[in-house]
């Protein structure tokens, strides 16, 4: 548009402008600023910041001074207040905003009576005691029913109270440990702390000290619900720490203080104002915390794990009862280098290392000490001295006991050579110690391990299957023992004899050695639910 379309047409026509008029002049001049002042973002700003000062002193808190951007006595006074009431709580709740005590508290005060029975039913004394009386697969069943039982408790409704709760907690919490001390200091360099017969001298000070502490203040006073169920939360804080942690009337009082704190915005405009950004907006970050799915994972771990440990101590001690049967000890060490103490090595890089020392070392010993004199001794008169009717049973009865002296020898020799001279340990020995730097001696090193452990399985296998066969022809000549007629040896009155009338009781000990021995390696070849042996 041109110069001359602001004039009116007579002004055009006789080439001469007319004298403005004032109204319509000023209208003009108030439209020309306007949209100046709307373009200017400095200009904005000091309009807003005008309006907060306006603002501050119709504000019937008197917190700061416009003039100088000082900070008044009267806001020490409010935190003050606070500090008063929530300083002996700050002692008191301590480390509680990470307590597990205080989130099953909160929990378990939404369970009904029957529920807080199923609890207790869960609780590991409780499994331990009834695992004395119980069978164990019947008393896990019982207490996976139970949990599904509790489980189906926390709808979600439930479960949102719970979490709603909590979380009110969190941030009472959070409010609660907010350092008002480090702030009142500003004001008062003499406040002792937490010495409220103290009467405090608090100065006006600059705006700029104390700015950041407002901030901080403001995103953990504005996380506070006054709508939350505060009985409910004091009750549970009184059942923690066992005594009432805060004044419930000055508490309300708080409340009362922070909500209008909210509403005014008071402190968010000294924030602005201070620090001459009228946009400056507190962030809130609620606490969003969902406990309920951690404390039922938690109480399923525990159930789980505890049904666990009892099923381990009762095979412990059918081990050690069997152990006992066998050897008269518990104690039993026969392997030189297939072992726990060798496995340090391994386990330090985060390896398996050897992992069946216990089987091994039980069948080594059983081997040396029974296997090769008592058994031998039985098998060799039933062999020797004994006339079959069939060579069947005979040769099976020698075809097994034959097989465990191969395996007798296979694990001396393999025992050896895990030494530190025996080709599989020097093999171990070298891998091992490249395996720290080097991702392919570390695979080396694990092939290297399953292959040894992959032995001591064979052998422990093989011996198995053979003593069982060993032992099943033993039964078996027991019972043509005791019949009559004999059927599978014909001459048992000549073997007798020669034994000194023992044969008999010499064949039932070693059977019963056998078959005492293969229930313990079961105990480690079984791979179930760990309920074997039951």
């Given at each position: 548009?041109?110069?001359?379309?602001?004039?009116?047409?007579?002004?055009?026509?006789?080439?001469?402008?007319?004298?403005?008029?004032?109204?319509?002049?000023?209208?003009?001049?108030?439209?020309?600023?306007?949209?100046?002042?709307?373009?200017?973002?400095?200009?904005?700003?000091?309009?807003?910041?005008?309006?907060?000062?306006?603002?501050?002193?119709?504000?019937?808190?008197?917190?700061?001074?416009?003039?100088?951007?000082?900070?008044?006595?009267?806001?020490?006074?409010?935190?003050?207040?606070?500090?008063?009431?929530?300083?002996?709580?700050?002692?008191?709740?301590?480390?509680?905003?990470?307590?597990?005590?205080?989130?099953?508290?909160i929990i378990e005060r939404f369970l009904s009576k029957e529920q807080?029975?199923?609890?207790?039913?869960?609780?590991?004394?409780?499994?331990?005691?009834?695992?004395?009386?119980?069978?164990?697969?019947?008393?896990?069943?019982?207490?996976?029913?139970?949990?599904?039982?509790?489980?189906?408790?926390?709808?979600?409704?439930?479960?949102?109270?719970?979490?709603?709760?909590?979380?009110?907690?969190?941030?009472?919490?959070?409010?609660?440990?907010?350092?008002?001390?480090?702030?009142?200091?500003?004001?008062?360099?003499?406040?002792?702390?937490?010495?409220?017969?103290?009467?405090?001298?608090?100065?006006?000070?600059?705006?700029?000290?104390?700015?950041?502490?407002?901030?901080?203040?403001?995103?953990?006073?504005?996380?506070?619900d006054k709508n939350l169920d505060w009985n409910e939360l004091f009750?549970?804080?009184?059942?923690?720490?066992?005594?009432?942690?805060?004044?419930?009337?000055?508490?309300?009082?708080?409340?009362?203080?922070?909500?209008?704190?909210?509403?005014?915005?008071?402190?968010?405009?000294?924030?602005?104002?201070?620090?001459?950004?009228?946009?400056?907006?507190?962030?809130?970050?609620?606490?969003?915390?969902?406990?309920?799915?951690?404390?039922?994972?938690?109480?399923?771990?525990?159930?789980?794990?505890?049904?666990?440990?009892?099923?381990?101590?009762?095979?412990?001690?059918?081990?050690?009862?069997?152990?006992?049967?066998?050897?008269?000890?518990?104690?039993?060490?026969?392997?030189?280098?297939?072992?726990?103490?060798?496995?340090?090595?391994?386990?330090?890089?985060?390896?398996?290392?050897?992992?069946?020392?216990?089987?091994?070392?039980?069948?080594?010993?059983?081997?040396?000490?029974?296997f090769k004199k008592d058994i031998r001794e039985v098998v060799d008169?039933?062999?020797?001295?004994?006339?079959?009717?069939?060579?069947?049973?005979?040769?099976?009865?020698?075809?097994?006991?034959?097989?465990?002296?191969?395996?007798?020898?296979?694990?001396?020799?393999?025992?050896?050579?895990?030494?530190?001279?025996?080709?599989?340990?020097?093999?171990?020995?070298?891998?091992?110690?490249?395996?720290?730097?080097?991702?392919?001696?570390?695979?080396?090193?694990?092939?290297?391990?399953?292959?040894?452990?992959?032995?001591?399985?064979?052998?422990?296998?093989?011996?198995?299957?053979?003593?069982?066969?060993?032992?099943?022809?033993?039964?078996?000549?027991?019972?043509?023992?005791?019949?009559?007629?004999?059927?599978?040896?014909?001459?048992?009155?000549?073997?007798?004899?020669?034994?000194?009338?023992?044969?008999?009781?010499?064949?039932?000990?070693?059977?019963?050695?056998?078959?005492?021995?293969?229930?313990?390696?079961?105990?480690?070849?079984?791979?179930?639910?760990?309920?074997?042996?039951?």
């Amino acid at each position: 548009m041109a110069n001359e379309d602001l004039f009116p047409a007579e002004e055009k026509i006789s080439g001469q402008r007319s004298p403005a008029k004032p109204e319509a002049t000023n209208i003009f001049s108030r439209l020309i600023n306007f949209i100046i002042n709307q373009s200017d973002p400095e200009r904005q700003k000091k309009k807003l910041l005008k309006d907060i000062a306006r603002q501050l002193k119709r504000s019937k808190y008197k917190f700061i001074k416009t003039k100088t951007d000082e900070v008044l006595p009267g806001l020490a006074l409010f935190f003050y207040d606070i500090y008063k009431t929530i300083g002996p709580a700050q002692v008191l709740l301590d480390h509680a905003d990470s307590s597990s005590v205080l989130k099953t508290i909160i929990i378990e005060r939404f369970l009904s009576k029957e529920q807080l029975e199923i609890r207790d039913y869960l609780q590991e004394d409780n499994i331990k005691t009834l695992a004395t009386t119980r069978d164990p697969k019947s008393l896990a069943k019982e207490c996976k029913d139970r949990l599904i039982t509790l489980f189906s408790a926390f709808d979600n409704e439930t479960v949102n109270k719970i979490n709603g709760n909590y979380n009110g907690l969190k941030a009472f919490l959070k409010f609660i440990h907010y350092d008002y001390y480090f702030l009142l200091r500003k004001f008062d360099s003499g406040l002792p702390e937490r010495d409220f017969i103290y009467k405090p001298r608090f100065d006006t000070i600059s705006g700029g000290y104390i700015t950041d502490d407002l901030k901080d203040w403001l995103e953990v006073g504005y996380a506070i619900d006054k709508n939350l169920d505060w009985n409910e939360l004091f009750d549970v804080l009184q059942i923690y720490r066992d005594v009432n942690v805060v004044d419930q009337g000055q508490w309300r009082k708080i409340l009362r203080q922070v909500e209008d704190c909210k509403k005014s915005t008071i402190l968010e405009l000294v924030v602005r104002y201070i620090d001459k950004n009228p946009y400056f907006k507190t962030e809130v970050n609620s606490p969003g915390e969902k406990i309920v799915e951690e404390y039922l994972n938690k109480l399923k771990t525990q159930t789980e794990m505890t049904i666990q440990k009892v099923l381990r101590e009762r095979q412990n001690k059918k081990i050690d009862g069997l152990l006992k049967e066998i050897f008269g000890t518990v104690a039993v060490s026969r392997m030189k280098n297939y072992t726990e103490k060798n496995n340090m090595v391994f386990s330090k890089k985060m390896l398996g290392g050897f992992i069946y020392v216990a089987p091994l070392n039980y069948l080594k010993a059983f081997l040396l000490d029974y296997f090769k004199k008592d058994i031998r001794e039985v098998v060799d008169v039933l062999l020797i001295r004994g006339k079959w009717s069939t060579n069947i049973m005979s040769q099976q009865l020698s075809e097994s006991f034959h097989a465990l002296m191969q395996v007798s020898e296979d694990l001396l020799q393999f025992d050896d050579s895990l030494s530190d001279e025996g080709q599989l340990g020097i093999a171990l020995r070298n891998a091992s110690k490249k395996a720290d730097r080097d991702n392919t001696a570390m695979t080396v090193l694990r092939t290297q391990l399953k292959k040894v452990n992959d032995r001591a399985l064979s052998m422990i296998q093989e011996a198995a299957q053979n003593l069982i066969s060993v032992g099943k022809n033993l039964k078996i000549t027991i019972e043509d023992y005791d019949r009559k007629p004999h059927e599978l040896i014909i001459n048992w009155k000549e073997i007798d004899i020669s034994s000194d009338h023992q044969i008999r009781s010499k064949i039932a000990v070693v059977y019963k050695k056998i078959y005492y021995f293969i229930q313990l390696l079961q105990y480690f070849l079984k791979k179930n639910d760990g309920t074997e042996g039951q």
